[in-house]
């Protein structure tokens, strides 16, 4: 909610966004993904994973705002030098998923609904834009410096910064102050009251896309986790003959499933359970 100004004098936006998001920022932090990422507990697997989200979201919000550079409600903003993560994600992308990861990245139902959202305020609602761009970018800036940190050690990547460009801002020399400037600029746009309001609902919402998408993949790691026994995990690995195998439920963005060895292990556990069934069936029928 927010604070009440003295003199009734309009809060700043910057202001009324941070006041307003509190409390889902809070819930974001507290997502057992990032819970998980904080104490170091972040895998390979789960990197992949959330980069690709990244790659998919960053794509579309960068997309729309190339579309509205031009349009007042979002102008001011406009720093695509400075923050503009796209070309850093597909460094990254290529680097957890090889030359081919165009056609092999993953696209999880969560990060769907995400970019969706992000084209509906692009072409419909540019006003919103500012919402999404605040809320990515300006969390970017602040804890994913921590997170960039936690995933070098946890990884133990290079301190090259391989993988992890996404993390990196080399045209902004000092963070503080271009978050000051960014401030100031959302401070400068004009809006009515109403559609202020709408923004502020628009940041809440931006706030929980990104909290449904780390429950998702939590849940998908958990998932995979669950399918595999540690004995049915070595010896897939084994036949797979691969480092790190991508194991989740998801499509690649070309909307085609895409083939992962443990998404079969519940298939397998079918066939084998329906084969003993039909072998006792058949072992009764011989008796009588
Ligand atoms: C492990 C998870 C996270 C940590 C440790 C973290 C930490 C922080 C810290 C320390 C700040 C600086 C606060 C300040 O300067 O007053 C910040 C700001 C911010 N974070 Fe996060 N954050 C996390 C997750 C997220 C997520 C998931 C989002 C949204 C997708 C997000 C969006 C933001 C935004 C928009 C700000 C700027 C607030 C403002 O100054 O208006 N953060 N975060």
Do not use: C
């Not at 349009?71 to 695509?80: C, E, K, Q, S």
């Not at 605040?134 to 921590?146: A, I």
């Not at 069936?281 to 011989?286: I, K």
């Amino acid at each position: 909610m927010e604070r009440p100004q003295p003199d009734s004098m309009p809060q700043d936006l910057s202001e009324a966004l941070k006041d307003a998001t509190k409390e889902v920022h809070t819930q974001a932090e507290n997502a057992e993904f990032m819970r998980n990422f904080q104490k170091g507990q972040v895998t390979r697997e789960g990197f992949k994973l959330v980069m690709a989200s990244l790659f998919h979201v960053y794509k579309a919000l960068e997309e729309e705002i190339e579309r509205n550079k031009e349009n007042p409600v979002y102008t001011p903003l406009y720093f695509p030098e400075e923050l503009h993560r796209m070309p850093a994600l597909e460094q990254d992308l290529a680097f957890w998923f090889g030359p081919r990861w165009r056609e092999t990245v993953p696209y999880t139902q969560a990060t769907r609904l995400y970019v969706q959202r992000l084209h509906e305020v692009g072409r419909r609602e540019p006003e919103l834009l500012v919402a999404h761009a605040y809320t990515r970018y300006l969390g970017d800036l602040s804890g994913g410096q921590v997170l960039k940190k936690i995933a070098q050690k946890a990884l133990d990547l290079p301190s090259s910064g391989e993988g992890l460009a996404f993390f990196t801002f080399p045209s902004i020399a000092n963070a503080t102050k271009f978050k000051q400037l960014y401030r100031s600029r959302m401070n400068s746009l004009e809006m009515t009251p109403e559609v202020r309001q709408k923004v502020i609902e628009e940041a809440k919402t931006a706030f929980l896309l990104n909290i449904q998408l780390f429950e998702e993949l939590q849940e998908l790691l958990s998932q995979k986790a669950e399918d595999q026994s540690p004995s049915q995990t070595a010896g897939l690995r084994r036949r797979a003959g691969s480092r790190t195998q991508d194991l989740t439920p998801v499509e690649t963005p070309r909307g085609k499933p895409q083939p992962s060895v443990f998404s079969q292990a519940p298939l397998i556990r079918w066939v084998l359970t329906l084969s003993f069934l039909v072998a006792t069936v058949a072992m009764g029928l011989y008796a009588m």
